[in-house]
């Protein structure tokens, strides 16, 4: 089991994209799904499915058709852009290091949501607020294991340029319809270390019952 601390998971999860190809034991992958579905969801509704992905070719299919889109959108297009500044320039190049690696990992872990009657489709808030709770699950006990993580969403079924795709994600993994690719997550062995997120400080984020209210 788990020896680390939560708060130590929390203030160490960053996002690791240099990942160890190694295959990580089923059992752990395992873990990794039930601790996602620990997680809260609209009415409990439960409208998610992972499929973690270990077969290489599977793997190897997935990257190609990501980095077809992450060159175009990424490479060609954000970090064209000379008015980029310094932070979102060394982020974009960090993912992508992704986009030309996806399948340098242990494992991809898709993770999905079954799209509730098409009344619902336009509740953005119950559905993805359904399934990121999940995700972060994932992302904290794989940092509990020591495995690395990144949370991907480039050429996922929401991502704006999915449609330009020659192979969707969608397609490699068979998916249904109603069900739909929300995020790509690589987990694996990492390649860095685990440090404290680089974050704004906190009590800049802080307000104490009204916005204008700051202390
Ligand atoms: C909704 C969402 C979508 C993201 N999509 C991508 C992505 O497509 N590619 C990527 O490399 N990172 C992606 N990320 C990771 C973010 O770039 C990362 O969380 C952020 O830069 C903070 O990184 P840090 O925790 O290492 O500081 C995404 C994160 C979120 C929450």
């Given amino acids: 089991m788990a020896d680390l601390s939560l708060h130590e998971a929390i203030f160490s999860a960053r996002a690791i994209r240099h990942l160890k190809s190694d295959p990580i034991p089923r059992a752990e992958l395992e873990y990794l799904v039930e601790a996602a579905t620990m997680a809260p969801s609209a009415g409990n509704m439960q409208i998610w499915s992972f499929v973690v992905v270990t077969d290489r070719a599977q793997m190897r299919r997935m990257a190609d058709a990501h980095r077809e889109v992450g060159r175009k959108y990424i490479r060609d297009g954000v970090l064209a852009d000379p008015k980029l500044d310094a932070e979102r320039r060394r982020i974009y190049t960090g993912a992508m290091h992704n986009v030309e690696h996806l399948d340098a990992a242990g494992a991809i872990i898709v993770a999905c949501l079954t799209m509730p009657c098409p009344d619902d489709a336009g509740v953005a808030s119950g559905l993805f607020g359904s399934i990121y709770p999940a995700v972060q699950n994932m992302i904290l006990a794989a940092r509990s294991r020591g495995l690395g993580t990144v949370l991907i969403t480039l050429a996922t079924d929401h991502s704006p340029i999915e449609a330009e795709q020659a192979t969707p994600i969608r397609e490699i993994l068979d998916l249904p319809d ?23 400080p906190w009590q800049g984020a802080l307000h104490w019952d009204r916005w204008s209210k700051r202390s």
Avoid: K, Q, S
Wanted: hydrophobic share 45%; charged share 30%; net charge positive.
């Fill in 178 to 200: 109603g069900v739909e690719a929300v995020a790509l997550i690589p987990v694996g062995l990492p390649e860095r270390r685990f440090l404290r997120p680089r974050r704004n």
